[in-house]
């Protein structure tokens, strides 16, 4: 993909658990139509498991060899996100004071929802039958939900970012700190994926906190590690900081 070919390291990792992922999880666990959540989406805050997540990333950045350390670090604007950059930053010695800074960028934002926004999948098909109906036609990547993206709609605006990334990356080294659906579609555009590859890929939920890395080879950008969530539950993790359906 172009945008991405002079990197050495592009990095990605999902934010911590937010109070949103716990209500998106009880309200489909009690058979809600919708999750209840009071904030807007961009609002949307850190729970204190996903605090302690984004702690233990930070040391697993931390650990990094010198020559992997990213460079340029990008997160999304939502608070989440942010919150998650910010913690795992802390924990490593080479972000502070003379590191990396820490960049904003609203093409990192989640994909967005419109008319769904906050629903379960029981309440899309209860309040917006017609709408459910279309998304089981089009298919998930092509559907663009009223006021709302599509995945497709994502992967246009992940060109225009790795294109400035590339340009702005010195050494070529990047983390990215945003949210489940930007890692699937960069995955989607970096190993030049069809429509079926990355919709059977998008059936594994990202786990909160995950790491997701590719590598710089003779023929571009490589895959490492996908959706890697190792280092919350290593020896001298907090217990309880692993993936779940959250």
């Known amino acids: 993909m172009a945008g991405v070919r002079a990197l050495q390291w592009l990095n990605l990792t999902r934010h911590g658990e937010s109070t949103g992922n716990l209500a998106h999880r009880d309200a489909r666990r009690a058979g809600a139509e919708d999750a209840g959540i009071p904030e807007r989406d961009a609002d949307i805050p850190l729970s204190d498991r996903g605090r302690l997540q984004a702690e233990v990333l930070g040391r697993r950045l931390a650990d990094l060899p010198p020559d992997e350390r990213p460079t340029l670090v990008v997160s999304s604007p939502y608070l989440r996100a942010l919150d998650t950059a910010r913690i795992a930053l802390a924990q490593t010695s080479w972000a ?12 990192l934002r989640d994909r967005e929802q419109g008319v769904l926004q906050g629903l379960t999948a029981l309440g899309v098909r209860r309040r917006f039958p017609d709408e459910a109906e279309r998304a089981r036609r089009l298919g998930k990547f092509y559907h663009r ?14 060109r225009s970012f790795y294109r400035d990334v590339e340009a702005d990356a010195p050494g070529g080294r990047v983390l990215v700190v945003a949210h489940d659906a ?3 579609v960069t995955r989607y555009l970096v ?17 909160n906190c995950s790491l997701t890395r590719w590598r710089a080879d003779a023929g571009g950008l490589r895959a490492v590690c996908y959706n890697d969530t190792a280092h919350l539950t290593a020896p001298g993790a907090p217990a309880g900081l692993g993936p779940d359906d959250a």
């Not at 502070?96 to 093409?107: F, K």
């Not at 993206?149 to 992940?158: C, F, G, N, Y």
């Open 191 to 207: 190993e030049e994926l069809t429509e079926q590859e990355i919709m059977e890929i998008e059936k594994e939920p990202i786990g």
């Open 182 to 184: 930007i890692i699937v």
């Open 96 to 107: 502070a004071p003379d590191g990396p800074r820490l960049r904003v960028d609203e093409r």
């Open 145 to 158: 939900p009223p006021g709302g993206e599509s995945w497709a709609d994502l992967a246009l605006r992940l």
